[in-house]
């Protein structure tokens, strides 16, 4: 599965504190480990929540919450 082409950056994470409360595309599938084609899906069919920002979107961390600890996104 390809990943992100570009990372933008590699930080390390300890907790969810220190993600930020918008992550864009390509930090959001450094996170997960996921293509940034798979991201734009979930974020269509609606399983993470994105806010459009220009061609891009911006993705709720709780929605990243939601989706790894099995919540409910409504």
């Keep these: 599965m390809?990943?992100?082409k570009k990372p933008v950056w590699t930080r390390t994470?300890?907790?969810w504190?220190?993600?930020?409360?918008l992550m864009t595309i390509q930090?959001?599938?450094i996170l997960l480990r996921w293509s940034d084609q798979t991201v734009r899906n979930r974020?269509?069919?609606g399983t993470l929540r994105?806010?459009?920002v220009s061609k891009n979107f911006l993705v709720?961390?709780?929605s990243v919450i939601d989706l790894i600890t099995?919540?409910?996104?409504t």
Excluded: A, F, H, W
Aim: charge should be negative.
């Design 2 to 4: 390809p990943r992100c």
């Design 43 to 45: 974020i269509k069919d």
């Design 27 to 29: 930090e959001t599938c």
């Design 17 to 21: 504190d220190q993600v930020p409360v």
């Design 50 to 52: 994105g806010i459009p």
């Design 13 to 15: 994470y300890v907790n």
């Design 60 to 62: 709720e961390k709780q």
């Design 70 to 73: 099995g919540g409910n996104l």
